[in-house]
């Protein structure tokens, strides 16, 4: 159980264009996701915190116009890069999480390159 | 700002030998994670410690908590090759559910 999974699991896009990334929680109700950034060698770094029908809470120097989450239901988040640059390029990662549980399960990550 | 800080970064040893990496955080924390990641691979799951004095094993890995330290250790006995990766501790500071901040990770690398 506690399966996640994400939508690409790859993309490269052109400079400039948008990206939609999908994070499923496959077996499970997810009432809150989180993304996460992880640049080569480096570790994860949160990004912002997604709740099921309501904003998402980025963290600090994450711009909340160029990194766009939707939370519509208990088992799909999504996380699109408007007018992507190549410094996005990078891994993606989520996180879900049930409901009043210390648990979370990441999914496969979605590497994105931006040429 | 809640800081977590792995030792070593980078670690290299022979197969068969015992080493120890140490995870320090910064702030109040009853929750401490282990994770390993393999090369263009997320996480997987090693470890999730909840209270001091917590120690959990999975073959050759044991992890222990202490709260008031701050700090979580990850053992490692009798390296073998494919526990090659790296690991990563992350820390969740929140009541419920939290996004985790982690440490930098500890590249370690089991030779023959």
């Known amino acids: 159980g506690a399966v996640v999974s994400q939508h690409p699991s790859w993309v490269i896009c052109k400079s400039g264009t948008s990206v939609k990334i999908e994070c499923r929680s496959l077996?499970?109700?997810?009432?809150?996701m989180f993304w996460y950034r992880q640049f080569p060698k480096q570790s994860l770094m949160l990004m912002a915190t997604?709740?099921?029908?309501?904003?998402?809470?980025?963290e600090q120097g994450v711009e909340k116009d160029k990194f766009l989450i939707n939370h519509a239901s208990l088992t799909l988040s999504t996380l699109t890069v408007t007018s992507a640059h190549p410094e996005d390029s990078s891994f993606y990662i989520c996180?879900?999480?049930?409901?009043?549980?210390?648990?979370?399960?990441f999914g496969p990550g979605t590497r994105l390159t931006v040429t | 700002e809640l800081k977590v800080e792995q030792n070593p970064l980078f670690l290299s040893m022979q197969e068969g030998k015992n080493y120890t990496i140490y995870c320090n955080y910064s702030?109040?924390?009853?929750?401490l994670y282990w994770y390993r990641q393999d090369p263009g691979k997320s996480l997987e799951s090693l470890f999730v410690?909840?209270?001091?004095?917590a120690v959990k094993q999975e073959g050759r890995l044991m992890a222990s908590l202490d709260t008031k330290a701050r700090l979580s250790t990850l053992h490692i006995t009798a390296a073998v090759h494919d526990l090659s990766a790296t690991y990563f501790c992350?820390?969740?500071?929140?009541?419920?559910?939290?996004?985790?901040?982690f440490g930098k990770g500890t590249h370690l690398i089991i030779q023959p």
């Open positions: 996180s879900a999480s049930p409901g009043n549980s210390y648990e979370q399960y």
């Open positions: 077996d499970f109700q997810a009432t809150t």
């Open positions: 997604s709740n099921e029908g309501s904003k998402a809470t980025y």
């Open positions: 702030t109040t924390s009853d929750r």
């Open positions: 410690l909840l209270s001091n004095g």
């Open positions: 992350a820390v969740d500071i929140g009541g419920g559910a939290d996004g985790l901040t």
